[in-house]
Nanobody
């Protein structure tokens, strides 16, 4: 059974940092594409960052230079290091895995507020 389990969300002050983790289980191979999406209040879900198994990354413009995505292929785990967080980063963050099918985690809340 495929599962994506996220951790690392929480409340942080503006300018702070958080690290999200997502462990994928139930796959017999390295997942080709993993990434993070987010959905803020009253907004559509949007891609934050993605990484393929070879290490190439893609970022949404507003997070470039602040967020870093990485992965451990052996563990099928993806990470999102978020620095210099802003209130507009507040959202539910969802782990995403793309193989022959698309898989989603349950979401983890990130709140940036003073």
């Amino acid at each position: 059974q495929v599962q994506l389990v996220e951790s690392g969300g929480g409340l942080v002050q503006p300018g702070g940092s958080l690290r999200l983790s997502c462990a994928a289980s139930g796959f017999a191979f390295s997942i080709p594409v993993m990434g993070w999406y987010r959905q803020g209040p009253g907004k559509q879900r949007e891609l934050v960052a993605a990484i393929i198994s070879g290490g190439i990354t893609n970022y949404e413009d507003s997070v470039k230079g602040r967020f870093t995505i990485s992965r451990d292929n052996a563990k099928n785990t993806v990470y999102l290091q978020m620095n210099s967080l802003k209130p507009e980063d507040t959202a539910v963050y969802y782990c995403h895995a793309q193989a022959s099918l698309t898989y989603w985690g349950q979401g983890t809340q990130v709140t940036v507020s003073s």
